[in-house]
Structure formats: structure tokens, C-alpha cells
């Protein structure tokens, strides 16, 4: 069940240099930049330099079997860095994978289980899809599902698995609601009709799961009137800007901090209230370095009055990635037990060097994983892990105590 | 070796539960369904079976519930064939009510190995592995946790666990049926696009049953969700209260000095 043969991992480069982003891998000249900037390439068996070198000259048959194979979170640095342009973290990593699973290699256990909790009930997080809108119970500001009451909006709220179930993030999601109502913006959210856009698993390689709710999405997009969508995911965003179009799933969308900063006019009179803090900011991969979203979140938070920002010495597109995404939430124990680390427990570091009292996010997976860290870190208590809109709902008073 | 695996529905706890208007019965129309966990297991030591030698493996399953997608990720899985036994009722198939449309289905195939996972979340009146090898005349063991296939094609070797931490290696004459508690290796995981081009390329053989259904002994007169306890204390205040009270209580017990 398992053999592949030599010429294996040619062609699968060679059908790469034809069909996909960014230029052939048949073109990496061994620089090495790759393996040098991957924030677990001194861990991989393979990283990319080596995968791609394996894979020209000996086949694909130790890649496949490789632990490494399922070590990258999806953080772009070597994408961007490349001097070739080769396309590594979203195209040469998930076709990898695919071939693997395809030939019986069995991905991460914990990731499994992920995979069939978005197939079958269209969330990470195993939930049941009718408590989509648990979040919004005794909220008290309205919140339209367009489920059930279809009409024209200005903004179709793409609320998002975490956002949507997990606890530590419902303050967020809850604020968020607040910051549209107050901004007078007319929104929906899909409720118990929402599902999962799927970008962590189209990055994992799970290709046909990603088809499957491209298809899903597509139906369900199709019956709603709306302007725009805003997302509170990067990874969302990611993929609805740049693989739904590839299926012809193609709408306006922004995620949050894009949608907010286009509104700093409107937003400035409702800051009323100060945030006395030094706040440090940690740059997303998907929508920051790799969509180029640097400035957004910063004008949000320089908008707060109280708000001093600092900065930690990797940021922009130097930023450390989280180690949340392409699947990498669930990948941690794989990773640690591959003599990786949570990238998460060093970025805290990162942040608590800058003295901020404050560590701002715009990503769902960075909260409870910068909360973690911090805890794991001794920092609990000193330096705070806050998404933007936390700040600027309170700034706003708008906010529900999230403490500590 | 030609192994047949069952393979149930069964609701779905991650939807909480509720009883229909006759107040005897689950409301399946509030309730979705998955595979039972141990079928799955059968379905993987099948697998594993039929890789480590030569043989097939036939699916069979009652058409109920949402048996279609278990079907097809089986046949995505590795299964050779895929049979699909009419069900007719409405209500959920209990064990004793399977097992003849089940065995008669099976007769047909006549299987040397028939893998049943050992219990599922909603038998009521029996278990199935059992009720199945009594109909069809054949041996039964349970509670196995792994089998291998003896050289001479004539017989397995099972692990079972007793009580009193005692593991024992049976070997077992077939054609048997055996209730699977778990496989060698936990059910592997297979492509969602594996399961899409199973979609279009499985076509499922569908039988019907003249036997009828088995009889049941028992007779449901009344579900209800379990009566919440009355003894159940809910603290209140601040937390520094219920801290306190907390305290209190755990001394009271006797278990703070």
C-alpha cells in the first residue's frame, strides 16, 4: 500500500511547475534561505530545501514518511523570502501531504479529528452546528440571522469557528457585534447555516475536504445579498480572497482590521475613553505577511487615546509566526514530540521584552495560545493578550470584562 | 479469508437528545447519526486482515440513518463490497429487531469471519454480535481486542481480555463471529477526496429481507431525559464566596483539617 517509486518526486514538482502560484520548484538553486528562515527548519528531517532536493534526486519515499512532513504551520517566511518566488507554503507543502494521505500515510492523530469535525459538522471544534450562535444569547445589541431572515446588508459577518464557540473568544465576538452596531453598519451572520471556510485544511493538504466546502459555501453565499464579507480569521480572509475565486466563489471580503481602518473617521469620535497601556502588536502571517495588512491594525490601535505602541524587534513581515496556522493548532504535540517547540512560548518572550503591558492580536487562534503561553512563560498578570477589538471596545465602552 | 463487518448507526451525542411526542421513543428527526465506534474498529481489523494476507471485505449495513457517508468513506477505507440491507421502519433498528434481516443478509454471503463491534450506545434489548451468531449457527467471542490470521486459512488467533487483568489468545475455528472492542491499529484516516471519487464509483448492492424482523422481549413504555439530582448544592456570590463556601463544605466532609 505504501511504495512509491523514483521518478515519483520529478513529476510531482514538474506538475507543480505547471499548475501552480508562484515559479517552478524545479528552479530552487539550493540557497538554502528557505531552511535558514523556517522557524522549525532546524528540527525538520526535511525542510524545504532538503524536501526539494529529495525530491529531484532520490523520490518522494522518505519525504512522505517523514515526520517533517507535518511540522509546517503555514507561516509563508520561506514563500516570501525565496529568491526564486517558489510558492513552498501553499503549494509545494499541501501537495506533499495530499500525495501522502492519498498513499496511507496517516497525518497527526489530533488533526484527524479535526478534519472530521469539519466534515461532518462544519466546524474544528466538533460542535454542534445548531448552537453556531451561542455566543450571541441575552447579547444586547441585535443580531440578524440571515438563516432565517434572508436580506440586503452591508455586511455579511463571516463569524468563524473559533469566534464563534470557544469561550475565551465569544468576548471577542460579542464586542465585534457591539463595534458594527455602534458604527450604524447593517450586518448578518449565517448562524447555524455558517460553516467552516476551510483554509487550515486546504493548507494540510486535505484538497478535497477544502472542495467540499467550496461547494458547501458556495451554496449558501449564493443566497445572501450583501456588499461585502468581514471576517474575523485571517486564514478566512486568505482563502476567500485567493483560492474561493479559483472556483468561481468570488466576493468583496476584508478581514476585520482592513474593514475598521477604512472607518477611522467614524471610529474617532466614538474612542472616548482612554487605555492607559503600552501595547505591542503581533503581526498574523495571513493577513499580515503574506497579505501585506501591516498598517491597519496599528492605526486602530494608535487611534486609542491612552495607547502607547511599541514594537517587538521581528515585526511586519519579520513577525514570528504564533505556530497556530496551516493546521498547526492541533500540530503542537506532534511538533514537541519531533523536538520542535510552540512558537508561541518564544513570540511571548518577544513581546514581554518590548515592557508593553499589553500583547494586541487580530487572529482567533493567537489568543488562547498567547494566553497559554504567557501562563507557561510566568507572565500571567503582567503582560495581558487582548484582540484589537477588546481595546477598542472598551475604549469605546462598549466592553465586557475579560480578566485577567 | 472472506470477512464480513457491520456497520451501525447511531445518534449522534453531540445533539442533545430528545424524546418524541409518544414519550417512548427517541425524536430521530432531531438527531443525527454517526458510525458506531466499535463497528469501526471492526472495520479497520478487517482491513487489516485483508492486507495481511489475501481475502475481502464486505460492508453490511441497515439503510438507516445517515448510512450512505459511512458507507462511502468505507468503500473510500479499502472495502471490496458494500451491501445495503433494507429498513423499512421508522423507528431506530433495536438488536434484536437487526439481527435477522442482518443474519440473512450475511447467510447469503456466507463469510468465513463476521466482525461486529462489541456493544453500541443504543442497544436496548441484547446485543448484536451474539443475536447474529446464534441465528447463523456459529461461534461467537467477544470483547477482542485484535486478530491475526492463522497460516492455515482455517482459523484466527484473538486477544481477549477477562476479568482480573487477565489477557488471553484464543484460537478460533471459522466461519465465527467475533465483537470487536478495538482494532490493532486505531481506524486509519482517508482523504475527503478519496471519499468523493467513492461517491461516484461505489455502486452499493441493495437486498431486501424476507424473514421479517426479530422479535423483541421487551417493550418501551416510557424515556425521559435522567431526573436531575435533588441533592446538587448551587453556589452563588462572589468568588471569594464560593470559595469560602467551597472551603467549608470540603472541612464539613472532612476532608481539610
Known amino acids: ?404 | 479469508m472472506n470477512i464480513a463487518v457491520i456497520l451501525r448507526q447511531v445518534p449522534d451525542l453531540i445533539e442533545p437528545l430528545e424524546v418524541d411526542a409518544s414519550g417512548a421513543a427517541l425524536d430521530l428527526s432531531a438527531a443525527t447519526f454517526v458510525v458506531n465506534e466499535t463497528d469501526d474498529h471492526a472495520l479497520e481489523q478487517a482491513l487489516l486482515l485483508k492486507e495481511s494476507g489475501r481475502g475481502t471485505v464486505t460492508v453490511v449495513a441497515l439503510d438507516f440513518g445517515e448510512v450512505d457517508n459511512t458507507l462511502y468513506t468505507a468503500a473510500a477505507k479499502g472495502a471490496d463490497r458494500i451491501v445495503k440491507v433494507a429498513w423499512e421502519q421508522t423507528q431506530a433498528p433495536s438488536p434484536h429487531a437487526a439481527a435477522a434481516p442482518l443474519a440473512e443478509a450475511l447467510r447469503t454471503l456466507a463469510p468465513d469471519l463476521v466482525l461486529v463491534g462489541v456493544q453500541a450506545h443504543d442497544e436496548l434489548d441484547g446485543v448484536l454480535a451474539p443475536l447474529l451468531a446464534t441465528r447463523l449457527g456459529l461461534p461467537y467471542v467477544g470483547v477482542i481486542r485484535g486478530v491475526k490470521a492463522a497460516a492455515d486459512g482455517r482459523t484466527v488467533v484473538v486477544c481477549k481480555e477477562f476479568p482480573g487483568a487477565v489477557m488471553a489468545r484464543l484460537t478460533v475455528r471459522l466461519p465465527a463471529v467475533l465483537g470487536i472492542l478495538g482494532a490493532d491499529q486505531p481506524p486509519r484516516y482517508v482523504p475527503v477526496s478519496r471519499i468523493r471519487a467513492a461517491m461516484k464509483s461505489t455502486r452499493f448492492e441493495e437486498v431486501s429481507h424476507a424473514a421479517g424482523l426479530g422479535p423483541s422481549g421487551i417493550a418501551v413504555t416510557r424515556m425521559a431525559p435522567p431526573p436531575a439530582g435533588a441533592r446538587a448544592e448551587m453556589l452563588t456570590g462572589s468568588e471569594a464566596e464560593v470559595a469560602q463556601r467551597i472551603t467549608e463544605l470540603l472541612a464539613e466532609k472532612g476532608l481539610l483539617k
Open chain 1, 1 to 404: 500500500m505504501i511504495a512509491t517509486q523514483g521518478r515519483q518526486g520529478l513529476e510531482l514538482l514538474e506538475e507543480l511547475s505547471r499548475t501552480g502560484d508562484g515559479k517552478s520548484p524545479l528552479g530552487c538553486m539550493q540557497c538554502g534561505l528557505c531552511a535558514a528562515s523556517c522557524p522549525l527548519g532546524d528540527v525538520m528531517e526535511f525542510p524545504p530545501r532538503k524536501l526539494i532536493l529529495e525530491a529531484m534526486s532520490r523520490g518522494l519515499d522518505r519525504v512522505l514518511a517523514s515526520p517533517s512532513l507535518w511540522m509546517c504551520v503555514g507561516c509563508y517566511t520561506c514563500s516570501l523570502r525565496c529568491p526564486r518566488d517558489i510558492e513552498l507554503t501553499d503549494r509545494l507543502w499541501p501537495a506533499l501531504r495530499d500525495r501522502a494521505m492519498q498513499q496511507g500515510f496517516q497525518p497527526p492523530a489530533e488533526l484527524q479529528e479535526t478534519f472530521q469535525n469539519v466534515l461532518k459538522y462544519g466546524n474544528v471544534l466538533g460542535k454542534s452546528p445548531r448552537q453556531r450562535l451561542d455566543w450571541a444569547k441575552d447579547l444586547d445589541v441585535r443580531v440578524l440571522d440571515l438563516s432565517k431572515e434572508p436580506r440586503p446588508v452591508e455586511v455579511l459577518w463571516l463569524v468563524g469557528c473559533y469566534p464563534s464557540y470557544y469561550p475565551r473568544n465569544q468576548v471577542v465576538t460579542r464586542a465585534f457585534a457591539r463595534i458594527l452596531t455602534e458604527l450604524g453598519i447593517s450586518w448578518g451572520v449565517l448562524g447555524p447555516k455558517e460553516k467552516a471556510i476551510g483554509e487550515c485544511d486546504r493548507m494540510f493538504g486535505e484538497e478535497g475536504l477544502f472542495e467540499t466546502l467550496v461547494e458547501e459555501n458556495r451554496k449558501i453565499l449564493a443566497q445572501q445579498q450583501f456588499e461585502r464579507i468581514v471576517t474575523l480569521d485571517p486564514h478566512a480572509f486568505r482563502a476567500l480572497q485567493n483560492f474561493y475565486p479559483r472556483y468561481g466563489v468570488w466576493y468583496p471580503v476584508e478581514h476585520y482590521t482592513m474593514f475598521l481602518a477604512n472607518r477611522l473617521e467614524k471610529l474617532r469620535p466614538l474612542v472616548v475613553r482612554p487605555v492607559e497601556a503600552t501595547v505591542t502588536y503581533h503581526d498574523n502571517c495571513c493577513a499580515g505577511r503574506r497579505a501585506g495588512c501591516f498598517e491597519p491594525p496599528r492605526a486602530l490601535l494608535q487611534l486609542i487615546p491612552g495607547v502607547k505602541l511599541v514594537e517587538m524587534d521581528r515585526n511586519r513581515e519579520n513577525a514570528l509566526c504564533c505556530g497556530g496556522g496551516g493546521g498547526g493548532m492541533w500540530l503542537d504535540a506532534h511538533i514537541v514530540a519531533q523536538g520542535g517547540r510552540r512558537l508561541s512560548d518564544l513570540r511571548i518572550l518577544q513581546a514581554a521584552q518590548t515592557g508593553a503591558d499589553i500583547l494586541a492580536v487580530s487572529c482567533p487562534y493567537e489568543l488562547s495560545r498567547f494566553e497559554d503561553a504567557a501562563k507557561v512563560a510566568g507572565l500571567e498578570g503582567r503582560l495581558k493578550v487582548r484582540d484589537i477589538i477588546e481595546l477598542l471596545a472598551e475604549s469605546m465602552d462598549l466592553g465586557e470584562r475579560s480578566e485577567p
